[in-house]
């Protein structure tokens, strides 16, 4: 939820239930000023009553009933005058006011009695409710309906006072991955003004860090390059005028090893996103999968492995180096870690508008926690004691990871029904053959 939606909600509630509080606080004032003057009312005309001119042996004409008010008037004992629905045996009752329950309802009751004379007058509790309730709501009848309105204004002014991060979260929001430029925005705010600077300081240390990491990465491999092919023509020399001994090959492997690791550097350093999207067009995954399976289907046959590639064609935009990269280094894995006589399986899946390539094996597979490591860089499953003895630079997943975001994708790292891994990328928006 957004922070403006969140303030507006705050303080709507807090209007509400302010409005609530203030109806409950007036309704109990309400009835407790009405109950005053209506007793007081009722003590008025129990006196008006009291003066009445009537006598024993004269009735005088009945007073006009009321619903909302009853009446008797009584004198030695004997009934003067009285509204029939209050039926009330004289002798139970005391001077002054009461509550009782007199023709099926609450009523207040009023007895004013003289030595000569006594009168009772009633009147239905309901009224007195129906009074209160007319108060209260007349006065805050007009808040409630002023509510819809005063949301409208909360909302604007809200709106309004949030509108510079409003405009500063849409700003980053568009900025590109490898944009470092600092924000040129003046603003008077207090509240924004450190944290546009924050950010400007923020994107000069990560621009900084972010370039050292880049060009020492690409530089270092390339300086390495030459004496690396000077030390391999120098051991290819030796072992021709030698002959090959066991030092000499563990050099050679040593050097092999360190290739590698350069050129995955290289590689490394060249996968950045901006790079290669400008130059992306139709590629057929299947047709660089089969490309792929055949460059290293020499180190497939020496461990006897038995690959299978299933599914349908399918077309991404996309650069073939990158895919053949992507490919090449999740196939190689799977040959590293897959035992001797193992089983291979690569799919191609498509599903709604996603495209799934798709790579299991019948290795030992991986831990929950390798899982999680697995895209570090130089971090290697078991490291190089891990049972297949394969050597490696621990770049390739690394590698892998860059790739993907090129392409927008995901990978997905689960256990495969074959024993091993599965490894599933996932292109979306891909098109069909």
């Known amino acids: 939820m957004s922070i403006r939606k969140r303030l507006t909600l705050i303080l709507l509630s807090m209007m509400v239930l302010t409005c609530f509080l203030a109806l409950v606080k007036g309704y109990q004032k309400s009835m407790s000023h009405g109950e005053q003057l209506l007793d007081s009312e009722l003590k008025v005309v129990a006196g008006v009553l009291m003066q009445q001119p009537l006598s024993i042996n004269a009735m005088a004409p009945k007073m006009q009933e009321s619903a909302q008010l009853l009446y008797q008037i009584w004198q030695s004992g004997e009934l003067l005058s009285g509204s029939d629905e209050l039926n009330l045996d004289l002798s139970q009752y005391q001077a002054g006011f009461q509550t009782l329950n007199i ?12 030595s000569l004379r006594t009168v009772i007058v009633a009147e239905p509790i309901a009224k007195r409710f129906e009074l209160a309730e007319a108060v209260i709501l007349s006065a805050m009848l007009p808040m409630l309906w002023a509510v819809p309105l005063l949301a409208l204004f909360i909302s604007f002014f809200v709106k309004y006072a949030l509108a510079p991060l409003t405009r500063l979260s849409k700003q980053l929001a568009l900025r590109q991955a490898n944009d470092f430029t600092a924000i040129n925005w003046q603003v008077t705010d207090e509240e924004i003004k450190p944290v546009i600077s924050r950010l400007n300081d923020l994107f000069k240390r990560v621009e900084t860090a972010y370039l050292r990491e880049r060009f020492f990465a690409s530089d270092a491999a390339h300086e390495l390059r030459t004496p690396l092919s000077s030390l391999k023509i120098n051991v290819h020399n030796l072992a021709a005028q030698q002959g090959d001994n066991q030092e000499l090959q563990a050099m050679t492997q040593g050097i092999n ?19 290669w999207q400008k130059q992306f067009k139709e590629q057929s995954l299947l047709a660089i999968t089969q490309e792929v399976v055949s460059q290293l289907y020499e180190k497939i046959e020496a461990k006897n492995h038995t ?103 995901e990978i997905n790292l689960t256990d495969s029904d074959l024993g091993g891994l599965k490894v599933q990328v996932v292109f979306a928006g891909a098109k069909c053959d």
Not at 103 to 114: H, K, S
Not at 257 to 275: A, C, D, S
Not at 381 to 400: N, R, T, W
């Open 103 to 114: 023709a099926g309802q609450r009523m207040r009751v009023f007895v004013f009695a003289t």
């Open 257 to 275: 090893r360190l290739t590698n690791i350069v050129e995955q550097m290289l590689i490394l350093g060249r996968t950045q996103p901006e790079q």
């Open 307 to 409: 690959i299978s590639l299933e599914g349908d064609d399918f077309t991404i935009n996309g650069d073939e180096f990158t895919l053949v990269t992507l490919i090449s280094n999740l196939l190689s894995n799977a040959i590293k870690y897959a035992s001797a006589n193992g089983q291979i399986k690569i799919t191609l899946k498509q599903m709604h508008r996603q495209r799934i390539w798709q790579i299991e094996d019948s290795g030992p597979g991986m831990t929950d926690d390798q899982k999680q490591r697995i895209f570090n860089r130089f971090y290697r499953v078991g490291g190089d004691q891990h049972p297949s003895g394969e050597q490696g630079a621990g770049l390739g997943m690394a590698i892998v990871l860059h790739i993907i975001a090129i392409y927008s994708a």
